[in-house]
């Protein structure tokens, strides 16, 4: 099969791989560049959900203020429980939880409630706001979790139990890494010719500013493009990418891999003061000098997750993340963790793929890079278009001509 034909055939498989990925694109790079700063926008949108209405007090933000606080609202409502805590409440803030309903013995079924996230001012133990996570609105509160969605699932509704949104936008990430290796062939299409592949026609017109812009724009960021589809697909595709890497380098098991799922879950035999204790200690047997950040309760899986972190840095700061130590919630065993750096190869990639994909792994540097990477995205999907579109019709109109 000679050159020519290859190039033919790459062309055509960029053309159609570009058109079949391109809306989307636009849609996931313009919701990652906002998303970047999702909790920035979000506080500035709704500070009920963050500033708490009686300004706070110097001194709150000890584990023990928020336990007391959780407790005092799950006593308040015995409906529900609290799924995520943070253990530290900067001062002047909310205590910021994610609840999830118990279930009704009169039905065996959970409770029904219109929030899962509850905002309570740390001074007067008074719910001061609360939201629905995940719902599709217009309103201030759900915009940034609409947007958040939208990036990595078009807010595509589960069916069944089965992320299918998670897996449309996977199979577009799966598309798009195959295209980057092609559409990088397709840039250089000899030795001699590789300084036009970097260049920009800025006084040639539109027609050939927008096609160096397509062409020219992707190959000087085509590794970060490379990342970001290798990021999209592993953590949208999770159940694929993980054998596969596991095939390669073993992958230290999850915290909820071994154990059974909970149709109807009890509620847990131990306390959080008991898990945050045993935490503690394991924290401090370590050598751990990080702060307890939060605590996380799986019902399903009778699971409790304790992380350490500073006052702020619940996504991460610069590096791989925080550590987690998982702890069976009937008898306080370890289950699994989460330390950042350690286990296998295939641990380290697949710990890799949220810092790299959110430009967290280099702190605030990254996080611009990644606003500015989405907007370049969705930049070199218009500009396919573009290509396309005008390409089509002057074809449409030599066709005309002929008849």
């Known amino acids: 099969m000679s050159l020519v034909i290859v190039r033919t055939i790459m062309a055509v498989l960029h053309r159609w791989a570009g058109l079949f990925i391109a809306l989307f694109l636009i ?41 007391a606080l959780a407790n005092r609202l799950e006593a308040s409502d015995p409906r529900l429980r609290i799924k995520y805590l943070p253990l530290s409440i900067a001062p002047g803030h909310t205590l910021g939880m994610t609840v999830t309903p118990q279930v009704d013995p009169a039905t065996g079924k959970n409770y029904k409630f219109d929030f899962n996230q509850v905002a309570l001012d740390p001074v007067t133990a008074r719910v001061q706001a609360t939201r629905l996570w995940g719902e599709f609105s217009f309103s201030t509160e759900a915009l940034m979790p609409v947007l958040y969605k939208l990036h990595y699932s078009l807010h595509i509704p589960p069916v069944g139990g089965l992320p299918l949104g998670n897996w449309f936008m996977g199979i577009v990430s799966l598309v798009w890494l195959f295209d980057c290796f092609i559409a990088l062939v397709i840039a250089f299409p000899n030795l001699q010719s590789w300084k ?27 590794l970060l493009l490379l990342t970001m589809a290798m990021t999209s697909l592993s953590m949208n595709l999770p159940d694929i990418v993980r054998p596969v890497v596991g095939a390669i380098s073993p992958l230290t098991p999850g915290q909820y891999e071994q154990r059974q799922r909970r149709k109807l879950p009890p509620p847990p035999a131990l306390t959080r003061e008991q898990i945050v204790t045993l935490a503690t200690a394991e924290a401090q047997r370590r050598g751990w000098t990080s702060p307890l950040g939060a605590i996380h309760y799986s019902a399903p899986f009778d699971v409790y997750g304790v992380s350490f972190f500073a006052p702020g840095q619940d996504l991460g700061g610069a590096g791989l993340g925080n550590p987690w130590l998982y702890f069976d919630g009937k008898t306080g065993a370890a289950v699994s963790e989460k330390i950042p750096g350690s286990g296998s190869a295939g641990d380290l990639f697949m710990a890799l793929q949220f810092p790299l994909h959110s430009g967290r792994i280099v702190g605030l540097a990254g996080r611009i890079l990644i ?16 290509i396309w579109t005008k390409r089509r019709q002057a074809k449409s109109k030599v066709q005309a001509q002929v008849r």
Do not use: C
């Open 27 to 67: 849609i996931a790079g313009l919701t990652g560049a906002l998303i970047s700063w999702d909790r920035e926008i979000d506080a500035w949108l709704n500070p009920s959900l963050y500033l708490a209405d009686s300004g706070g007090i110097a001194g709150v933000g000890t584990p023990a203020q928020s336990l």
């Open 196 to 222: 036009k592949s970097f260049s920009f026609r800025l006084h040639s017109g539109m027609p050939k500013l927008n096609f160096d812009l397509h062409r020219s724009g992707g190959v000087w960021i085509w």
């Open 371 to 386: 606003s500015f990477l989405g907007v370049a995205i969705a930049l070199l999907s218009i500009t396919g278009l573009v």
